[in-house]
């Protein structure tokens, strides 16, 4: 992935998280377990949210913010990875969709910390401080409504 601006790697995730969400989806559809098809429905939805957010941050954040370039473009290996992890997503339990909803928040994690470790300007490295903490929360929340079927 080219990334030259905080702008670039912001749309990337948003197609990332809808793409994602998509794919949820069609496991979903395709899912005779209930209880699975639930949980995929879920997720699907939690994706989109994550898109929707990304959006309106690209919508409302200052324009020096998005338009920052990084003195160093960053070499980043999450994107290839979660795009090969995503292309052989395959959910077949409850148990895998978690496991493997982690890892892609797990990996997203690390590149927003990474690109925070590279930032040099206050609000592009809180931004990306930001980001990764959220990777963190969302991780867990998705990890309490998939142990609680109540909140699903």
């Given at each position: 992935?080219?990334?030259q601006q905080v702008k670039h790697i912001i749309h990337w995730c948003a197609a990332f998280h809808?793409?994602?969400g998509q794919q949820y989806r069609k496991l979903a559809q395709d899912a005779s377990d209930p209880?699975?098809?639930m949980t995929l429905d879920y997720l699907a939805q939690?994706?989109?949210e994550m898109q929707?957010?990304?959006?309106r941050f690209l919508e409302t954040a200052p324009a020096d913010v998005l338009n920052t370039y990084f003195r160093q473009v960053p070499n980043l290996e999450q994107p290839a990875v979660l795009e090969s992890?995503?292309?052989c997503l395959c959910c077949a339990s409850i148990d895998d969709a978690e496991?493997?909803?982690a890892e892609f928040h797990a990996h997203l994690r690390?590149?927003?910390?990474q690109l925070a470790d590279l930032s040099e300007t206050g609000p592009v490295l809180e931004l990306f401080e930001s980001l990764a903490r959220n990777e963190d929360e969302e991780t867990r929340r998705v990890a309490r409504a998939i142990a609680s079927s109540s909140t699903l």
């Open positions: 992935m080219n990334i809808d793409s994602l209880r699975l098809k939690h994706e989109h929707s957010g990304l959006n992890l995503r292309s496991r493997a909803d690390s590149m927003y910390q």
